[in-house]
């Protein structure tokens, strides 16, 4: 599933006509000729007849993210894209022939363009709505928000008696951690994954801070990882610390890493540099609770 990263990289390449900048495959400003829903069940809300007209004649503006959504702005509505295991999209010429077996969904815009949403797996999912809040509120605050400093994120993080894993993959908390980057996260941290959040004294959160953000902002600017055959073009995948690197060495310490099943999502980490023993929290949160 793409994290924030690849939604990142998804949503510049709409702004700018992808990885390579073509202006003449960007959407921002286009009006929409023709919607045309081929897969019901992609369209979340409203009805997929009234999702087709109700995009025609709108023009994109802002083109954005939030967490793993991405943010389509038209005139009067706001598109949501969740990419879920396979999503993803593309835009190219109107004049291209269609031979893409698994594409959900077009949209046609009225100067040749066409944007085209394609999931092998038919788990993706689309909102075309003006109150997005009621789809994006129960959202966590975006890691590079700025008010989001090492005392809020400590106090946010003190407040959880889970563990660290589980807690970082909730969007609720976090808004787009995934598998991939909370692994990596976790590692370059020295944190293991199992740790009570509540447990971490404030040096070991706004390390975890800092290397959530370290990460992220690595991936962004490595155009993501690309693991799977949909997504092309990213490069982190050639420089992860631990994540699907069972046995092979760690490049800190060179101890085999490790892999576990922690709420049913595969894990990886180093046992050495990510020990489960940690001083508590309680040493530290006198001067910074």
Known sequence: ?????????????????????????????????????LWDRTIAQPQPVEFEKRLVGQTVGEVGRRGKFLTIHFDRDILLVHLRMSGDLRVEPDEIQLNQTHDRVLVSFEDGIRLAFNDTRKFGRMWLTDQPEKVLGNLGLEPFDPTLDAEAFHQQISRHRRQLKPLLLDQSFLAGLGNIYTDEALHLARLHPLVIASRLNFEQSSRLLQAIRQVLSEGIQRNGASIDWVYRGGEFQNVFRVYQRTGQACPVCGTFINRMVVGQRGTHYCPVCQSLEQPAAQRQEGAHG
Not at 6 to 29: C, F, H, K, M, Y
């Open 1 to 37: 599933m793409p994290e924030l990263p690849e939604v990142e990289t998804i949503a510049r390449s709409l702004r700018s006509g992808g990885v390579g900048g073509r202006n003449d495959l960007s959407i921002p400003g286009r009006r929409v000729k023709s919607a045309s829903v």
